[in-house]
């Protein structure tokens, strides 16, 4: 496998039904993007944020429509996923402050720092810690001192009851979003497999070594938790 590269595949099924599947469960990822819009409220109007797996750009879309001066990069390797998002952003009329990367960070063009971004339920596909420390290590390098970093992952302990009660809360949730019985029972076999499910305190470990301030938890929905961190000052 690539640097960087994970192995769940985000092709043109997957990206024309992603926003049709989430829809039910909207609230919980509402809260997500309020919460992240309340976090960076104190950026400036030439704010610029860097979308990191924007995917079809839920995160983008509202925070471009939430800050009407904030320009925004979107980056993702899956091609069919950004082109929902470059749909979605021209129908918003928000297209004109995004700059598109079809591809992982590492061959994103330079471009002066970014006031901050956004990482969310990506960084979960890096199955090696020392993957996803260098992962997390590219977006700091991409930020200037003190930018912000808002990432939202699937995390727990796997060996405890917590984790397995929490899979039957999952699983609910999946089949009330109306997710197909086979793709649910991908999810949940890919626990550990092909995500890599950390307890939360080991992910903040991996983003506090990654040249970012310890994280702040700020919302657990279920599997998904939610930390925002300031890249550091020092290198
Ligand atoms: C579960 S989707 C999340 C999309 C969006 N952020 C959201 O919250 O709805 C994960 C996205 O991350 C992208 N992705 C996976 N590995 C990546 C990597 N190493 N770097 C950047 N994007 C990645 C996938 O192509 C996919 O579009």
Known sequence: MQNQESAVVFDQNRASTYDTRVAKIAPLRDSLHLLTRLILSQLSDEARILCVGVGTGLELIYLAQEFPQWQFT?????????????????????????????????????????????????????????????FFNQIASRLRPQGYLVSADLSSDMSTPAYQNLRELWTQMLQYAEFPDEVIQEFLDSHGRNVAILPPHEVESIIASS????????????FIHAWYTRRTSLD
């Open 74 to 134: 979107a980056v993702d390797p899956a091609i069919a996923m950004l082109d929902v998002c470059r749909q979605k952003a021209e129908e918003c009329g928000v297209a004109s402050r995004c700059t598109w990367h079809e591809g992982y960070l590492d061959s994103l063009p330079p471009s002066p720092l970014f006031d901050a971004a956004t990482c969310f339920l990506v960084s979960h596909f890096l199955m090696q810690p020392e993957e996803r420390r260098n």
């Open 211 to 222: 040249g970012f301030e310890s994280p702040v938890l700020f919302m657990q929905t279920l």
